[in-house]
């Protein structure tokens, strides 16, 4: 296990980050993947791949539940941290017609949380390692056409977010990446969806690996194409 390198995937129970523990594990790699209930994805996972997969509970809007997890994996070292949870609430609302709880879960699970994960984990990752948080096309102002735009401004909340945290971390030589995978058939991207899970999360996985070593701020897309912000 100690020559293996190391995945933390926050938020793994299904989607996007359950497949991203399925392909870090193909690719020989120890897994951590959080879930905050049961995920009978991530149990037949481990029936697949046993000790190379760990299974964490942890819900990132409570934050005790986040440093509890940190303390748990105090001892461990990571070459990448996948903050991959998040939710899309009354994506076709406006700001009128939402109730203001949902806009606020957005906010909290999609912003705030993710960036609470970030700075409590960041020092576990390896000097050389990857930090990444799985952002959206929907996040960039400067290429936004108002679709979805309670959900989008969440994203946005999120890359801000990430921004100042490297403008606080400037000399930090690990990668900080935004990733955006897609639009891809899940329960949150829905089957209308352009992507099957299988044409985003290789190539996003691809592209994270390749950001290792490189360090700085980068908004991309699974192809490693830089967003505009
Ligand atoms: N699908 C797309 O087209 C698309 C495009 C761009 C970006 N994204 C982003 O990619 C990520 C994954 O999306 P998806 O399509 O896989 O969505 P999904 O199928 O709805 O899965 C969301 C995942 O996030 C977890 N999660 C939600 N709230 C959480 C919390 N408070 N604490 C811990 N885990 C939590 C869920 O866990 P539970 O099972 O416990 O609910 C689930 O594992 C999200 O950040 C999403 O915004 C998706």
Redesign the pocket.
């Known amino acids: 296990m100690s020559n293996k390198s190391t995945a933390l995937v ?9 497949a991203l523990a399925e392909e870090y594990l193909t690719r020989g790699w120890q897994v951590i993947a ?4 049961h ?1 009978e994805g991530l149990d037949k996972l481990r029936q697949r791949f046993g000790v190379s997969l760990e299974i964490e509970q ?4 409570d934050l005790s539940s986040v440093r509890a997890l940190r303390g748990r994996l105090d001892a461990r070292e990571l070459d990448t941290l996948f903050v ?5 609430k009354a994506n076709e609302l406006t700001p009128l017609q939402v109730a203001e709880k949902d806009y606020l879960d957005m906010l909290l ?2 912003a705030l ?1 993710p960036m609470r994960v970030i700075e409590l984990f960041h020092d576990r990752v390896k000097v050389d390692g990857v930090v990444a948080t ?5 996040g960039s102002i400067a290429d936004s056409t108002g679709f979805w735009e309670l959900y989008s401004s969440s ?1 946005a909340a999120l890359n801000m977010l990430m921004k100042s945290f490297h403008a606080r971390h400037v000399e930090d030589t690990r990668a900080l990446l935004l990733v ?10 829905s089957q209308d ?1 352009l992507l099957d899970v299988s044409e985003s999360i290789p190539l996003v996985v691809d592209v994270v690996n390749r950001n290792a070593g490189v360090p700085g701020l980068r908004f991309i897309n699974r192809h490693g194409d830089e967003l505009p912000w």
């Open positions: 926050i938020g793994a129970s299904r989607g996007l980050g359950l959080t879930t905050r209930g995920s942890v819900d990132i809007i991959n949870a998040g939710i899309c699970t999609n949380s799985m952002s959206s096309e929907l994203k955006a995978p897609g639009w891809v058939r899940t329960d949150m991207g969806a």
